[in-house]
Protein backbone atom coordinates (compact mmCIF):
# COMPACT_ATOMS: atom_id res chain seq x y z
CA UNK A 1 0.00 0.00 0.00
CA UNK A 2 1.24 3.64 -0.53
CA UNK A 3 0.87 6.01 2.42
CA UNK A 4 0.61 9.65 3.14
CA UNK A 5 2.35 9.58 6.82
CA UNK A 6 1.47 12.77 8.18
CA UNK A 7 3.02 14.87 11.78
CA UNK A 8 0.69 15.92 13.89
CA UNK A 9 1.49 18.93 15.61
CA UNK A 10 2.25 21.68 13.51
CA UNK A 11 0.83 19.60 10.52
CA UNK A 12 -2.94 18.54 11.58
CA UNK A 13 -3.25 20.53 14.17
CA UNK A 14 -1.86 24.33 15.30
CA UNK A 15 1.18 24.05 17.63
CA UNK A 16 0.80 25.13 21.09
CA UNK A 17 3.35 23.37 22.39
CA UNK A 18 2.88 19.87 24.25
CA UNK A 19 -0.61 19.59 23.74
CA UNK A 20 -2.90 17.12 25.35
CA UNK A 21 -6.07 18.63 25.89
CA UNK A 22 -9.12 18.34 23.56
CA UNK A 23 -9.81 22.20 24.04
CA UNK A 24 -6.33 23.15 22.95
CA UNK A 25 -7.05 21.03 19.89
CA UNK A 26 -7.22 23.28 16.59
CA UNK A 27 -7.06 21.43 13.35
CA UNK A 28 -5.29 23.63 10.52
CA UNK A 29 -7.23 25.04 8.19
CA UNK A 30 -7.26 22.41 5.04
CA UNK A 31 -5.92 19.21 6.81
CA UNK A 32 -9.17 17.64 6.09
CA UNK A 33 -9.49 18.32 2.29
CA UNK A 34 -6.13 17.27 1.35
CA UNK A 35 -6.30 13.88 3.48
CA UNK A 36 -9.81 13.57 1.02
CA UNK A 37 -7.64 13.79 -1.71
CA UNK A 38 -4.91 11.62 -1.08
CA UNK A 39 -7.66 8.98 0.54
CA UNK A 40 -9.54 9.30 -3.01
CA UNK A 41 -6.17 8.71 -4.71
CA UNK A 42 -5.65 5.38 -3.25
CA UNK A 43 -3.53 6.69 -0.14
CA UNK A 44 -3.47 5.38 3.26
CA UNK A 45 -3.34 7.75 5.83
CA UNK A 46 -1.01 7.43 8.88
CA UNK A 47 0.12 9.04 11.43
CA UNK A 48 3.76 9.76 13.07
CA UNK A 49 4.69 11.72 16.25
CA UNK A 50 6.87 12.53 18.57
CA UNK A 51 5.60 13.07 21.83
CA UNK A 52 8.15 13.35 24.37
CA UNK A 53 5.72 15.32 27.05
CA UNK A 54 4.92 11.81 27.84
CA UNK A 55 8.50 11.14 29.09
CA UNK A 56 8.79 14.60 30.12
CA UNK A 57 5.31 13.95 32.25
CA UNK A 58 4.10 16.97 31.11
CA UNK A 59 1.09 14.73 30.47
CA UNK A 60 0.29 10.71 30.29
CA UNK A 61 0.06 8.36 27.60
CA UNK A 62 -3.57 8.10 28.60
CA UNK A 63 -4.21 12.13 27.86
CA UNK A 64 -2.30 11.37 24.71
CA UNK A 65 -5.06 8.53 24.05
CA UNK A 66 -7.63 10.55 24.63
CA UNK A 67 -6.97 13.10 22.29
CA UNK A 68 -5.58 10.47 19.76
CA UNK A 69 -9.10 9.05 20.20
CA UNK A 70 -11.20 13.06 20.03
CA UNK A 71 -8.64 13.47 16.92
CA UNK A 72 -9.63 10.40 15.14
CA UNK A 73 -13.55 10.85 15.44
CA UNK A 74 -13.27 14.43 13.87
CA UNK A 75 -11.48 12.93 10.46
CA UNK A 76 -14.35 9.98 10.84
CA UNK A 77 -16.62 12.79 10.45
CA UNK A 78 -15.08 14.07 7.58
CA UNK A 79 -15.14 10.95 6.13
CA UNK A 80 -11.02 10.40 6.70
CA UNK A 81 -9.93 7.04 7.73
CA UNK A 82 -6.95 7.27 9.40
CA UNK A 83 -5.28 4.19 9.00
CA UNK A 84 -3.24 4.50 12.20
CA UNK A 85 -1.17 6.44 14.54
CA UNK A 86 2.30 5.87 15.71
CA UNK A 87 3.88 7.93 18.35
CA UNK A 88 7.22 8.24 20.29
CA UNK A 89 6.80 8.59 23.92
CA UNK A 90 10.46 8.99 24.68
CA UNK A 91 12.76 12.01 25.58
CA UNK A 92 16.09 12.86 23.39
CA UNK A 93 17.98 11.67 26.14
CA UNK A 94 16.34 8.01 26.00
CA UNK A 95 18.28 7.54 22.68
CA UNK A 96 15.29 5.68 21.41
CA UNK A 97 14.67 4.55 17.51
CA UNK A 98 11.29 5.84 17.22
CA UNK A 99 11.72 9.75 18.10
CA UNK A 100 12.34 11.18 14.86
CA UNK A 101 14.45 12.44 13.07
CA UNK A 102 15.07 8.51 13.62
CA UNK A 103 13.12 5.92 11.25
CA UNK A 104 11.41 3.87 13.99
CA UNK A 105 7.87 4.51 14.00
CA UNK A 106 8.27 4.33 9.91
CA UNK A 107 9.54 0.90 10.62
CA UNK A 108 6.67 0.04 12.67
CA UNK A 109 4.32 0.71 10.46
CA UNK A 110 6.06 -0.80 7.33
CA UNK A 111 6.33 -4.20 9.66
CA UNK A 112 2.58 -3.91 10.33
CA UNK A 113 1.48 -3.10 6.83
CA UNK A 114 4.18 -3.11 4.23
CA UNK A 115 4.38 -0.45 2.65
CA UNK A 116 5.42 0.69 -0.99
CA UNK A 117 8.08 3.71 0.80
CA UNK A 118 8.81 5.16 -2.67
CA UNK A 119 5.40 5.79 -3.78
CA UNK A 120 4.32 7.35 -0.49
CA UNK A 121 4.46 10.67 1.00
CA UNK A 122 5.18 12.05 4.21
CA UNK A 123 4.31 15.85 5.45
CA UNK A 124 6.22 17.39 8.40
CA UNK A 125 6.77 20.68 9.66
CA UNK A 126 10.45 20.31 11.31
CA UNK A 127 13.60 18.53 9.13
CA UNK A 128 13.28 16.04 11.64
CA UNK A 129 10.15 14.71 9.72
CA UNK A 130 11.68 14.92 6.50
CA UNK A 131 15.02 12.63 7.55
CA UNK A 132 13.02 10.51 9.10
CA UNK A 133 11.25 9.76 6.28
CA UNK A 134 14.45 10.09 4.14
CA UNK A 135 15.79 7.08 6.39
CA UNK A 136 13.26 4.50 5.42
CA UNK A 137 13.48 6.03 1.45
CA UNK A 138 10.20 8.19 1.12
CA UNK A 139 11.84 11.33 -1.02
CA UNK A 140 8.38 12.36 -1.63
CA UNK A 141 8.41 14.92 1.28
CA UNK A 142 6.73 17.89 1.86
CA UNK A 143 7.64 20.64 4.65
CA UNK A 144 5.33 22.71 5.55
CA UNK A 145 5.50 26.30 7.13
CA UNK A 146 3.11 25.94 9.83
CA UNK A 147 4.92 25.96 13.08
CA UNK A 148 8.62 26.11 13.34
CA UNK A 149 11.22 27.93 11.71
CA UNK A 150 12.45 26.20 8.81
CA UNK A 151 16.12 26.85 6.99
CA UNK A 152 14.37 26.55 3.83
CA UNK A 153 17.53 26.74 1.75
CA UNK A 154 19.54 23.82 3.84
CA UNK A 155 16.21 21.59 3.92
CA UNK A 156 16.20 18.31 2.56
CA UNK A 157 12.43 18.75 1.50
CA UNK A 158 11.43 17.95 -1.61
CA UNK A 159 8.85 20.48 -1.16
CA UNK A 160 8.75 23.34 1.00
CA UNK A 161 4.92 25.28 1.17
CA UNK A 162 3.21 27.85 3.16
CA UNK A 163 0.59 26.09 3.81
CA UNK A 164 -0.75 22.48 4.12
CA UNK A 165 -3.22 23.49 1.80
CA UNK A 166 -0.86 23.32 -1.31
CA UNK A 167 0.00 19.68 -0.43
CA UNK A 168 -2.68 18.27 -2.98
CA UNK A 169 -1.25 19.85 -5.64
CA UNK A 170 1.41 17.24 -6.19
CA UNK A 171 -1.34 15.15 -6.69
MG1 LIG B 1 5.45 18.85 14.18
ZN1 LIG C 1 10.85 6.75 21.03
Redesign the pocket.
Known sequence: MKVIFL?????INK?VGYLHKIEDFEFIDGVFDVCLNFQSSGYEIIVV??QSGIERGYYSEEDFQLVTQWMLEQFKNHGIQILDVFFCPHGPESNCDCRKPKPGMFNQANDKYSIDMPNSWMV???EA?IQAANSVGISNTILVKS??NIDEKNSKSRFVFNSIKQVSTVL
Open positions: DRDGVETNGDKDGH
